[in-house]
């Protein structure tokens, strides 16, 4: 090959290499448009449904992250999906005591249980925070003001879901789902036991499990408020001993469990179990439970809408999480009330 068919040759490929980089820089121009056009229709994002161009995006691995929540019923409480926007499952409320030994090639006995198909509806927990432009990039680097904002509106909603646990609708609350108060109220009045404006006492506490096991139940928490708490650990405070060997024999005692007639139930501190809550108020009420038989449905796990922009120099951002509670068998539930 000649020189220049060489020179020829070598030019071309030159060429070919140019157009392609161009071709390349191109491309990634117009990729760096699209990722910048889509952040400006999430930023102008419509309130209206038809108008939303952003998806919401879910906060369920979030939840997590958030610390100092003080819902210890919420962390250990089964989630569920639930099966509309009027949630079903089906209640035990008896479960039948005709004895079911026959002779043989007898004639079995009905079963006794009742059951009732249990409808509530989805309530919705919402909260939302206009942040300002200044405000945002005013903010430190390592400061991001919309995610404060986010997990601050998380922790309101995980903390007002807590409190309608145990007292939702006990006041006629058109917004609120039916709380362990007013379901136990409805459907398992006997295991009411009142402590008639006293103090709790392990006689309250196992006259409540008592009542649990005679309807076939075994229960495994009690939760109090820090009142109601602190009353029952004066109840041991002179009564066990442990060995310090700084200063010889010192009194103590530990209360993360009540050691009852029928077992260990484990005591939980709620910060939202109160008087003011309580339709005792100013009393107080403690909680025995069968964790088991009680769940949390949600239509969707919580979630963060799209942040949208009025015609105002802020950002509007939003959290929702639509939910109601679950109590499979009442009869397994019981509310020591009225304690002063």
């Not at 819902?71 to 499952?89: C, F, V």
Request: glycine content about 6%.
């Amino acid at each position: 090959m000649d020189e220049t068919k060489f020179a020829e040759q070598n030019a071309l490929i030159e060429k070919s290499l140019a157009d392609a980089t161009a071709l390349l820089e191109k491309a990634t121009s117009v990729a760096s448009g699209v990722t910048e056009a889509a952040k400006m229709l999430e930023k102008t994002v419509m309130t209206t449904t038809s108008s939303t161009f952003a998806q919401r995006e879910h906060l369920d691995k979030q939840i997590a992250d958030i610390t100092n929540r003080k819902t210890p019923m919420l962390d250990m409480i089964t989630i569920k999906a639930a099966n509309g926007l009027t949630h079903e499952w089906d209640m035990i409320t008896a479960l039948g005591s005709t004895d079911t030994a026959v002779e043989e090639c007898g004639t079995p006995p009905d079963n006794e249980i009742t059951i009732q198909r249990y409808s509530a509806q989805i309530k919705t927990f919402a909260t939302k925070v206009k942040v300002c432009d200044r405000a945002q990039w005013g903010a430190a680097d390592y400061f991001n003001l919309m995610q404060t904002h986010l997990e601050g509106g998380m922790r309101k909603i995980v903390q007002d879901i807590e409190k309608k646990i145990f007292y939702g609708d006990v006041t006629n609350h058109a917004n609120e789902f039916d709380g362990l108060y007013q379901l136990i109220t409805d459907n398992a009045p006997s295991n009411i036991i009142d402590g008639n404006n006293g103090t709790i006492t392990t006689t309250l506490i196992d006259d409540a499990i008592q009542a649990i096991i005679d309807e076939g139940g075994m229960p495994t928490h009690i939760f109090m408020s820090a009142k109601d708490l602190k009353d029952f650990a004066a109840l041991y405070a002179g009564k066990v001993i442990y060995n310090d060997p700084t200063a010889g024999m010192t009194f103590g005692y530990n209360v993360a469990r009540y050691l009852s007639f029928a077992g260990p139930l484990t005591i939980v501190l709620d910060h939202f179990i109160s008087g003011t809550l309580s339709p005792n108020t100013p009393n107080t009420d403690a909680f025995v439970l069968t964790m088991d038989e009680i769940a949390l449905a949600q239509s969707e796990p919580m979630y963060k809408l799209p942040v949208y922009r009025g015609l105002d120099l802020a950002e509007t951002q939003a959290v929702v999480w639509n939910v109601v509670l679950e109590v499979r068998i009442p009869q397994w539930q019981a509310i020591i009330k009225d304690l002063s």
